[in-house]
């Protein structure tokens, strides 16, 4: 008999399918069904770093001119409660006593800052293992990549001086020296990176002149930038890999698998059909498993690697030469 069990933060995951951090894991209701229907683990939903020092300095108290952004006060008054770290702590608290998966807390985090204590909380409350969502866009042409990328260090810094329980760093493709950086923070004490962080999407409204939010959900096709990464990273950190966007099916993650992801998480293809999609996805993987004669995941793990790879030219190829060239 096939088994789909997989090592991921030093945790073993009965299968490699994650409930990403979504509505989807924001109670302990939502965390228990994840549970019933078979999710591997789960992440739970980010608390925000304001809301988490909001919560510290007492939401009361805070103006909408201290925050200094007026649309991140309302949203904060409106989502964010006066006690939301404790009730987080319960999510964590209740969900370890009543279901038998990973749990993995989250935050969302733009740099370090008081809120890493909250770190301190998740760790005593029982979480498995932390996953930091960093959201940096590098946009700001006065500052270079080594600035940038600064922010992820002294993030990670202090939240491994607060904790030894498991760190993930869910990250954005933007950086000047992808690799190098993800070498280095895998040496800097990160159990594993999440690639890719989807960035909120913007679009255009041409008849008002407006930016408008682009679509929350991801499409298949967007699969395969973290695929490359994954491939080509794959082996030469000190880290694990967790693959996160587009995945839509079981054949999806296969494909990490292949290139040597630890765990697979999704979100956007269970907000599409709903919970009972993630029996369907370990179905595809256990028929591709039988139809290939692997009855266990690390029979394949990573099989598909850049550093396994007999053509190892073709994960970097950027240029479409043959089919410019070709084009009618
Ligand atoms: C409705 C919704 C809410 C999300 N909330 C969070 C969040 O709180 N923290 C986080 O790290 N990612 C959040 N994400 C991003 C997902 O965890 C995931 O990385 C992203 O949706 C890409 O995966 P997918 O293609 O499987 O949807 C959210 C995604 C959706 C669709």
Redesign the pocket.
């Given at each position: 008999m096939a088994d789909l069990k997989t090592t991921y933060l030093g945790l073993t995951l009965e299968n490699p399918i994650i409930v990403?951090?979504?509505?989807l894991t924001r109670s302990l209701e939502r965390v228990q069904e994840c549970a019933e229907a078979g999710a591997g683990a789960v992440v739970l939903?980010?608390l925000f770093e304001e809301q988490i020092e909001m919560d510290f300095a007492g939401l009361a108290e805070r103006s909408e001119a201290s925050l200094g952004h007026a649309e991140a006060y309302d949203y904060l008054r409106s989502y964010g409660r006066e006690n939301a770290v404790d009730d987080y702590l319960d999510v964590i608290r209740e969900a370890k006593k009543s279901v038998g998966i990973p749990v993995i807390a989250?935050v969302?985090c733009a740099d370090a800052g008081s809120w890493t204590e909250f770190a301190e909380r998740v760790e005593k409350a029982g979480a498995d293992a932390l996953e930091l969502?960093v959201f940096v866009l590098p946009c700001d042409p006065h500052r270079d990549g080594g600035e940038y990328e600064e922010i992820y260090f002294r993030i990670v810094r202090d939240v491994r001086a607060r904790v030894s329980l498991p760190l993930a760093l869910?990250v954005g493709p933007y950086f000047s020296g992808l690799a190098s950086t993800f070498l280095k923070l895998s040496h800097a004490g990160v159990d594993a990176l999440v690639l890719f962080?989807?960035f909120h999407r913007m679009d255009l409204d041409i008849e008002n002149f407006r930016v408008v939010p682009g679509g929350?959900?991801?499409h298949p096709e967007?699969m395969q930038v973290p695929l490359r990464w994954i491939s080509i990273l794959s082996g030469l950190l000190d880290c694990d890999l967790a693959a996160?966007?587009?995945?839509h099916d079981g054949a999806g993650v296969v494909k990490h698998l292949l290139a040597g992801a630890a765990a697979v998480?999704?979100?956007?293809?269970l907000?599409r059909h709903d919970l009972s999609h993630l029996g369907r996805m370990r179905e595809e993987i256990l028929a591709w498993m039988g139809r290939h004669g692997f009855t266990s995941v690390s029979d394949f793990k990573g099989k598909m690697s850049q550093e396994e790879s007999e053509n190892p030219a073709a994960y970097e190829r950027v240029q479409f030469m043959k089919f410019s060239m070709n084009a009618p």
């Open positions: 990403g951090s979504s509505g939903k980010s989250s969302h969502n869910k962080n989807r929350a959900f991801s967007e996160t966007t587009g995945v998480q999704v979100c956007s293809t907000y």
